[in-house]
């Protein structure tokens, strides 16, 4: 009775394997069709997943007895690596660009932070972003009571898209603020733009929120509204910051990041979910313009949003 237990439960294992190889293998293949393919682009985010799958997948084929079956497996485990590393490798190579020193001159620090419409540990929240003193503080999906919170704390001027869904604050009034409209069928993104006059830096900053990449679509609209909008502008001092809701691994970011003319400054920084304390999608970015140099980019706590805030610090070229 003991033995024939023993068995089913190898038989079960070996078959959860397979699946969860197969699986992943398929996935991961699928996600290269991103290149051509927008629905199929939406597998490329999974990428992370499809890695940790197929290291699952070559551990079990260590200790799978039937030499069939663990070749099987190691196949599908190391196909899924393989192609899994192709989506995920020209952001993990890709060379930094060369950063400020530490005390250099004139620093600005930057906060983005989807709040996910939720006022949970909302003074938490405060409390840190106040503690951090940033210059700028993007939030998306914000709500009455945060903005309310956020100006109870800190000496800010608030700048509005015409939801107030995303918010711009800055230490001193802008020159400009903007309100762009979501441009064709309504599909754009949520955005918010202010000007900084040339004696607060000339920064200009874009805040962003995207659709989900699963609205095909929709979210092809955001980056043409967001490219349209941004084209224009003088590049040297931009900083675009937001919750893109898409991986450095998309096709369809790459091409929007060749195309903005700007350098994303975040690396594989993975900021979403909060859930068990381990992002593993990097769709919070920031990017900034050739008249800025990065001095850091960090991932704050969770603080009661799925994703985790950003701060990243910047100084000009001299």
Avoid at 46 to 51: H, I, K, R, T
Avoid at 62 to 82: H, Y
Avoid at 150 to 157: A, D, E, G, M, Y
């Amino acid at each position: 009775m003991l033995d024939l237990a023993m068995r089913s439960v190898r038989f079960v294992f070996r078959g959860l394997a397979l699946l969860l190889g197969a699986l992943s293998a398929t996935g991961a293949i699928l996600a290269h069709g991103g290149r051509f393919s927008g629905h199929l682009d939406v597998l490329t985010h999974f990428a992370p997943l499809y890695l940790a799958a197929a290291t699952v997948v070559l551990i079990c084929a260590i200790f799978t007895p039937p030499p069939r079956d663990k070749l099987i497996l190691a196949m599908l485990g190391g196909v899924a690596t393989v192609a899994s590393l192709g989506l995920m490798a020209p952001e993990l190579t890709r060379p930094a660009v060369p950063r400020a020193q530490t005390n250099a001159a004139g620093q600005v620090k930057v906060i983005q932070f989807n709040v996910s419409r939720r006022d949970a540990r909302l003074e938490d929240r405060v409390r840190w972003i106040a503690e951090q003193d940033p210059d700028f503080l993007i939030l998306e999906e914000s709500t009455p009571a945060m903005r309310a919170a956020v100006l109870r704390h800190l000496p800010r001027h608030m700048s509005c898209g015409r939801t107030c869904e995303t918010v711009i604050f800055t230490r001193t009034p802008p020159e400009k603020a903007e309100q762009p409209r979501r441009g064709r069928y309504g599909l754009g993104p949520a955005i918010a733009i202010v000007h900084m006059s040339p004696q607060d830096g000339g920064y200009i900053l874009v805040g962003t929120h995207y659709t989900w990449p699963t609205a095909v679509r929709t979210h092809r609209e955001n980056t043409a509204r967001m490219l349209q909008l941004i084209g224009p502008l003088p590049k040297a001092r931009i900083i675009l910051t937001g919750d893109f809701n898409s991986t450095p691994w998309s096709f369809a970011r790459a091409r929007e990041d060749a195309r903005n003319g700007l350098e994303r400054r975040t690396h594989a920084l993975a900021s979403w979910p909060t859930t068990f304390g381990v992002p593993f999608l990097p769709i919070d970015h920031v990017y900034a313009g050739p008249g800025l140099r990065t001095v850091s980019v960090t991932r704050g706590p969770n603080l009661g949003s799925d994703h985790y805030p950003i701060v990243a610090v910047l100084a000009p070229v001299s």
